[in-house]
T-cell receptor, first 115, second 110 residues
Framework: QKEVEQNSGPLSVPEGAIASLNCTYSDRGSQSFFWYRQYSGKSPELIMFIYSNGDKEDGRFTAQLNKASQYVSLLIRDSQPSDSATYLCAVGPPYSGAGSYQLTFGKGTKLSVIP | EADIYQTPRYLVIGTGKKITLECSQTMGHDKMYWYQQDPGMELHLIHYSYGVNSTEKGDLSSESTVSRIRTEHFPLTLESARPSHTSQYLC?????????FGQGTRLTVV
């Protein structure tokens, strides 16, 4: 049974602070890692992906991956009230094109950025 | 931006009615998925397809059925809607490692 674990929160941070969201996964064969943002009542939106160990930065977002520890995180710098949402961690097996492929989603962490 | 569309966005329907939720994508993706999500709860995979004429049931048991006659189209059907089917239904597709979601259909069965 593949599992992706996230702290459900809510995680509250003041505006302008760094929000740190964490995720652990059970399948050591996982190769692709994603962060989705989901506003209340809306569908998930892909905001970051990372495939290699280390850090990947995109604007105010930084994804960090440590495959040895089976840990992936998302840092949001200069947090804004508009960042308030649920953040879903998703983990995928190696992608080969044809054949089966499914992402395993965590339950999500609810982030509240307080003005 | 992903081109995956779901209709209707909102649907209120009476118990016992047959309904079809539409999902179409213009990206040529082979793999498509249906998820069910109650408010504030996790995503549950209910159906998936890896290509035309390929459909499988997901992790969560569902009374719905799906079909995949064309690559771009992956409709979900409930033969007889019940209040327990009230939920948000999300369609997704992948052409590479990442998945893209449609806007979702919020279904209410009264």
């Amino acid at each position: 049974q593949k599992e992706v674990e996230q702290n459900s929160g809510p995680l509250s941070v003041p505006e302008g602070a760094i929000a740190s969201l964490n995720c652990t996964y059970s399948d050591r064969g996982s190769q692709s890692f994603f962060w989705y943002r989901q506003y209340s009542g809306k569908s998930p939106e892909l905001i970051m992906f990372i495939y290699s160990n280390g850090d990947k930065e995109d604007g105010r977002f930084t994804a960090q991956l440590n495959k040895a520890s089976q840990y992936v995180s998302l840092l949001i710098r200069d947090s804004q009230p508009s960042d308030s949402a649920t953040y879903l961690c998703a983990v995928g097996p190696p992608y080969s094109g044809a054949g089966s492929y499914q992402l395993t989603f965590g339950k999500g962490t609810k982030l509240s950025v307080i003005p | 931006e992903a081109d995956i569309y779901q209709t209707p966005r909102y649907l209120v329907i009476g118990t016992g009615k047959k309904i079809t939720l539409e999902c179409s994508q213009t990206m040529g993706h082979d793999k498509m998925y249906w998820y069910q999500q109650d408010p504030g709860m996790e995503l549950h995979l209910i159906h998936y397809s890896y290509g035309v004429n390929s459909t499988e049931k997901g992790d969560l048991s569902s009374e719905s059925t799906v079909s995949r006659i064309r690559t771009e189209h992956f409709p979900l059907t409930l033969e007889s809607a019940r209040p327990s089917h009230t939920s948000q239904y999300l369609c997704a597709s992948t052409g590479g490692p990442e998945a893209f979601f449609g806007q979702g259909t919020r279904l209410t069965v009264v």
